[in-house]
């Protein structure tokens, strides 16, 4: 493998796992602001936020397929907002989630 391809997989790689950690996030929170729209009860969209956490985690290493990481920080975000529900209550953690989802997002496209 030339320096020229490896770079290029390592450049690959690493927007593949960024991109999985945005789209987490982004999935994460656009979930809880449809739940909590929708008048949901608060109890049950902790109780789904901790089915994710639940979740098994993924085993992450260098080959690692970006689904894994993204499933990695789902798990991550899910853990932020408990975390947030239990020190600042649940409507502070629905309007964190809110801040999250309605604020800039970066662009990612990746270059021809």
């Given amino acids: 493998m030339t320096t020229v391809s490896l770079l290029v997989r390592i450049g690959r790689v690493f927007f593949d796992r960024f991109k999985a950690q945005v789209e987490a996030k982004q999935d994460f929170v656009s979930e809880v602001v449809t739940l ?63 801040q999250e989802l309605y604020g800039q997002r970066p662009n990612l496209r990746k270059a021809p």
Wanted: avoid cysteine; glycine fraction near 2%.
């Fill in 36 to 98: 909590s729209n929708s008048n949901t009860p608060e109890s049950e969209v902790v109780a789904q936020v901790r089915t994710i956490i639940e979740l098994p985690e993924p085993r992450l290493d260098t080959e690692s397929p970006a689904t894994a990481f993204y499933l990695h920080y789902r798990k991550l975000f899910a853990s932020e907002f408990l975390n947030i529900v239990q020190r600042s209550g649940y409507s502070r953690a629905v309007a964190f989630a809110r």
